[in-house]
T-cell receptor
Framework: GAVVSQHPSRVICKSGTSVKIECRSL??????MFWYRQFPKQSLMLMAT?????????EQGVEKDKFLINHASLTLSTLTVTSAHPEDSSFYIC???????????????FGDGTRLSIL | GNSVTQMEGPVTLSEEAFLTINCTYT??????LFWYVQYPGEGLQLLLK?????DKGSNKGFEATYRKETTSFHLEKGSVQVSDSAVYFC?????????????FGAGTRLAVHP
């Protein structure tokens, strides 16, 4: 159980292109989804948190207009990197957390990540 | 503030050796603690967790005990296998800005040789 599917797994595109990454919870309802960015051999940096049906909360230093997040349903969140440039190349990972009544600090379930390469 | 410190890698071991990866944390309140594992080119998988002091999380031969007095959550395994080669992340969960967030350590790469 608790499977999160992320698509695509790899994207290579030209500078200036906008890229959309999907994150789906396959067997549970994800009330909260998280988007992380990971540079080579480094830890995960939280970019934003989104709750279904509301605007995402971005971490300090993350450009809202650059990284558009939509959490339109309880099973789908999308991250769109707008007008991507080479410095946006990175490994992007989503995670999802369901709502389990009475259980605090339940774990996040991670997708397999998307490697984005901007030429 | 809230932070997680892990021992630097890489950690290189022979198969069947004993593994310890140190993790210490600073946190306000009472965090839950986690170990995640990341295999090459993949996302993170939850390995084990502990939600309160003195809890021991265990899975697949790995274990870690939540030590409040030393603010530690060291990961151990008695006999590692080549298939355990991966990056291991220690993390804590805190409420910040109204949300439950994970704060990760830098990760420790483990390489196990036959």
């Amino acid at each position: 159980g608790a499977v999160v599917s992320q698509h695509p797994s790899r994207v290579i595109c030209k500078s200036g292109t906008s890229v959309k990454i999907e994150c789906r919870s396959l067997d549970f309802q994800a009330t909260t989804m998280f988007w992380y960015r990971q540079f080579p051999k480094q830890s995960l940096m939280l970019m934003a948190t989104s709750n279904e049906g509301s605007k995402a909360t971005y971490e300090q230093g993350v450009e809202k207009d650059k990284f558009l997040i939509n959490h339109a349903s309880l099973t789908l969140s999308t991250l769109t990197v707008t007008s991507a440039h080479p410095e946006d190349s990175s490994f992007y990972i989503c995670s999802a957390r369901g709502k389990e009544p009475g259980l605090i600090n339940q774990p996040q379930h991670f997708g397999d990540g998307t490697r984005l390469s901007i030429l | 503030g809230n932070s997680v410190t892990q021992m630097e890698g890489p950690v290189t071991l022979s198969e069947e050796a004993f593994l310890t990866i140190n993790c210490t944390y600073t946190a306000t309140g009472y965090p839950s603690l986690f170990w995640y594992v990341q295999y090459p080119g993949e996302g993170l998988q939850l390995l084990l967790k502990a939600t309160k002091a003195d809890d021991k999380g265990s899975n697949k031969g790995f274990e870690a005990t939540y030590r409040k007095e030393t603010t530690s959550f060291h990961l151990e395994k008695g006999s590692v296998q080549v298939s355990d080669s991966a990056v291991y992340f220690c993390a804590l969960s805190v409420v910040s800005g109204g949300y439950n967030k994970l704060i990760f350590g830098a990760g420790t790469r483990l390489a196990v040789h036959p």
